[in-house]
């Protein structure tokens, strides 16, 4: 790494990139703003794992592995696809329903497993990853720096998902969602559903032939 000019530079990409709105933040917020707080960040321990291991194996090279195989980016595609669908079809059964489930029903430890699928069935982060290891890190790059790139990104990734937790797990907000829940649980599906529409279709474009 040149200097710290060049963290800084990835720090900085990588905050964009994670706090973006997408899946992960969908999934954290509905957590947060349906179970509470601990659920939800139970919930965002579990995406920030999933990151850093993605971020892990693009350091150690893997990840551009990953990325340049059609056929690991096509499962990882589909699989990512049907989480999505699944938590589309829980928040759309939760719609029709009119349940409000409460932190206690599921343990934090279930929350954690189901953020880190959420993330490890995500292709978006591999490349998340990739372009922001390239943006610093050269071909002189030491094992000390791209170590130290990927545990601030790491980081970066445990951090960023805090202030949805909190801010859809405060007790306002978590009461006027209770007021219109069936309406907010039907919008999260209907997202969620597309999202693993777009997975599908990224799919079927780039499939094998």
Same mark, same amino acid.
């Given at each position: 790494?040149?200097?710290?000019?060049?963290? $800084?530079?990835?720090?900085?990409?990588?905050?964009?990139? &994670?706090? &973006?709105?997408?899946?992960?933040?969908? !999934?954290?917020?509905?957590? /947060?703003?349906?179970?509470?707080?601990?659920?939800?960040?139970?919930?965002?321990?579990?995406?920030? +794992?999933?990151?850093?291991?993605? !971020?892990?194996?693009?350091?150690?090279?893997?990840?551009?592995?990953?990325?340049?195989?059609?056929?690991?980016?096509?499962?990882?595609?589909?699989?990512? +696809?049907?989480?999505?669908?699944?938590?589309?079809?829980?928040?759309?059964?939760? +719609?029709? *329903?009119?349940?409000?489930?409460?932190? &206690?029903?599921?343990?934090?430890? *279930?929350?954690?497993?189901?953020?880190? $699928?959420?993330?490890?069935?995500?292709?978006?982060?591999?490349?998340?990853?990739?372009?922001?290891?390239?943006? !610093?890190?050269?071909?002189?790059?030491? /094992? $000390?720096?791209?170590?130290?790139?990927?545990?601030?990104?790491?980081?970066? !990734?445990?951090?960023?998902?805090?202030?949805?937790?909190?801010?859809?797990?405060?007790?306002?907000?978590?009461?006027?969602?209770?007021?219109?829940? *069936?309406?907010?649980?039907?919008?999260?599906?209907?997202?969620?559903? /597309?999202?693993? $529409?777009?997975?599908?279709?990224?799919?079927? +474009?780039?499939?094998?032939?």
């Amino acid at each position: 790494m040149g200097d710290a000019a060049a963290l $800084l530079t990835m720090a900085a990409a990588f905050f964009v990139v &994670a706090v &973006a709105p997408g899946p992960a933040t969908l !999934g954290c917020a509905s957590v /947060a703003m349906a179970h509470g707080r601990r659920a939800g960040l139970s919930f965002g321990m579990g995406l920030g +794992a999933a990151l850093f291991f993605w !971020g892990v194996l693009a350091a150690l090279g893997l990840g551009a592995v990953i990325a340049t195989s059609a056929q690991v980016m096509l499962w990882l595609k589909v699989l990512g +696809a049907l989480y999505l669908f699944w938590l589309a079809w829980k928040a759309g059964r939760s +719609a029709w *329903r009119g349940e409000i489930s409460t932190a &206690a029903e599921v343990r934090s430890g *279930r929350w954690v497993w189901r953020g880190v $699928l959420l993330n490890l069935s995500n292709p978006k982060a591999v490349f998340a990853w990739l372009a922001t290891l390239s943006l !610093g890190l050269g071909p002189e790059a030491t /094992a $000390l720096s791209v170590s130290l790139a990927t545990l601030v990104c790491g980081a970066i !990734g445990f951090v960023v998902y805090l202030p949805w937790v909190l801010g859809f797990s405060h007790p306002k907000v978590m009461a006027g969602y209770r007021k219109v829940h *069936r309406w907010v649980d039907a919008i999260v599906a209907t997202l969620f559903a /597309a999202a693993g $529409l777009g997975f599908v279709r990224s799919a079927l +474009a780039r499939a094998p032939a």
